[in-house]
T-cell receptor, first 115, second 112 residues
Framework: AQKVTQAQTEISVVEKEDVTLDCVYE???????LFWYKQPPSGELVFLIR??????QNEISGRYSWNFQKSTSSFNFTITASQVVDSAVYFC????????????FGKGTTLSVSS | NAGVTQTPKFQVLKTGQSMTLQCAQD?????MSWYRQDPGMGLRLIHY???????DQGEVPNGYNVSRSTTEDFPLRLLSAAPSQTSVYFC???????????FGSGTRLTVV
């Protein structure tokens, strides 16, 4: 079975703090992809990153970084020096052969950044 | 670039009414999907299509129908609306299986 767990339901930080959003996944497939999406208060879903199961290199994009560890089945997302505009719901998602074309989403983590 | 366009953005239906949520994409994507988002549930797949003329069921297909007569359009039909179908509906499209999806802006549906 495919499953994504985002154990943190809500996180509140003050601007400029660093924050890490956790994502743990389950799949028996050896080929799979992991994604992060951002859903700001306006409601749209914004693609942030895609990572395949064969690439465990960490990735950094500006203030965002992602840590993929197959040994712990985790794909964590860190925002450095958070800003109010980072306030949103963040979803981790898994796509694996067994799930076909389906993106299996976690339940999301609501991040609130206050000034 | 319009991307994925969903209409309407908001809709209120009475129990038992039928309606079609429209979805169109202009990126020539073969893969299209419908998800529903409910509080605390994340997004769940309703139906999907891997090309014109090909559709299949997702995790929560009951009460919904789809068809894919063209590459661009993937409408979602509610045959007899029920309060349990109150949700936000997202249409999404992709180049292929593992390319990730581009989402529309969503349709907020309330069934009373």
């Amino acid at each position: 079975a495919q499953k994504v767990t985002q154990a943190q339901t809500e996180i509140s930080v003050v601007e400029k703090e660093d924050v890490t959003l956790d994502c743990v996944y389950e799949t028996r497939d050896t080929t799979y992809y992991l994604f992060w999406y951002k859903q700001p208060p306006s409601g749209e879903l914004v693609f942030l990153i895609r990572r395949n199961s064969f690439d465990e290199q960490n990735e950094i994009s500006g203030r965002y970084s992602w840590n993929f560890q197959k040994s712990t089945s985790s794909f964590n997302f860190t925002i450095t020096a958070s800003q109010v505009v980072d306030s949103a719901v963040y979803f981790c998602a898994l796509q694996a052969n067994q799930a076909g074309t389906a993106l299996i989403f976690g339940k999301g983590t609501t991040l609130s950044v206050s000034s | 670039n319009a991307g994925v366009t969903q209409t309407p953005k908001f809709q209120v239906l009475k129990t038992g009414q039928s309606m079609t949520l429209q979805c169109a994409q202009d990126m020539n994507h073969e893969y299209m999907s419908w998800y529903r988002q409910d509080p605390g549930m994340g997004l769940r797949l309703i139906h999907y299509s891997v090309g014109a003329g090909i559709t299949d069921q997702g995790e929560v297909p009951n009460g919904y129908n789809v068809s894919r007569s063209t590459t661009e359009d993937f409408p979602l039909r509610l045959l007899s609306a029920a309060p349990s179908q109150t949700s936000v509906y997202f249409c999404a499209s992709s180049w292929g299986q593992f390319y990730g999806y581009t989402f529309g802006s969503g349709t907020r549906l309330t069934v009373v």
